[in-house]
């Protein structure tokens, strides 16, 4: 069956570093996305990677390793705006998205 | 018009009633999509458009149905809702269903309550 998994919740505080797993499993792979989705709206795109390693951009960096079935997202220099939901998903092999429940991400000042 | 909108922006529903949320995107996008977000799982596709004038089933497509008339509009159809269908309903829509690189733009969503 097609598969992710993630935190359900997290805490950290302002200003420190927060990394976020995600491991999947799904029919096939075409990538893996991460979404922001703050309480009451819609997701919004953060990250994607298709390629094993790490692609940076700006505080957030994503991290990718196919063999293992296992990605990350990594925050830095948190702020308290960054109180949100991520979202792990997978593109299987038909091109659709399979997402996780999403992790809750508190910070506290 | 800016992005994806999405009408209602939420609506309370007697069982039975039939109901169409509706979904409006101006970016000439070929693919579109109807997720729907409960609490504790993850978005879960119902059905989806690859282009106008095509319809696929998603992972939860019974008791809904859509049409593709046009590249803007993908209507979503309730044709007699149960409560279980309630749910927060986001549209979304992406260049291409495609290319590896598929990110997907999402509407604001419609919050959905069946009594």
């Known amino acids: 069956g097609q598969n992710i998994d993630q935190p359900t919740e997290m805490t950290a505080t302002e200003g420190a570093i927060v990394q976020i797993n995600c491991t999947y499993q799904t029919s096939g792979f075409n990538g893996l996305f991460w979404y922001q989705q703050h309480a009451g709206e819609a997701p919004t795109f953060l990250s994607y990677?298709?390629l094993d390693g790490l692609e940076e951009k700006g505080r957030f960096s994503s991290f990718l390793s196919r063999s293992k079935g296992y990605s990350y997202l990594l925050l830095k220099e948190l702020q308290m705006k960054d109180s949100a939901s991520y979202l792990c998903a997978s593109m299987d092999s038909n091109y659709q998205l399979i997402w996780g429940a999403g992790t809750k991400l508190i910070i506290k000042p | 018009i800016a992005g994806i909108t999405q009408a209602p922006t939420s609506q309370i529903l007697a069982a039975g009633r039939r109901m169409t949320l509706r979904c409006t995107q101006d970016m000439r996008h070929n693919a579109m999509y109807w997720y729907r977000q409960d609490l504790g799982l993850g978005l879960r596709l119902i059905h989806y458009?690859?282009?106008?004038?095509?319809?696929g089933k998603g992972e939860v497509p019974d008791g809904y149905s859509v049409s593709r008339a046009n590249t803007d509009d993908f209507p979503l159809t309730l044709a007699s809702a149960v409560p279980s269908q309630t749910s927060v309903y986001f549209c979304a829509s992406s260049d291409s269903a495609g290319g590896p690189s598929n990110e997907q733009f999402f509407g604001p969503g419609t919050r959905l309550t069946v009594l």
């Open positions: 990677n298709v």
């Open positions: 458009s690859n282009t106008a004038g095509t319809t």
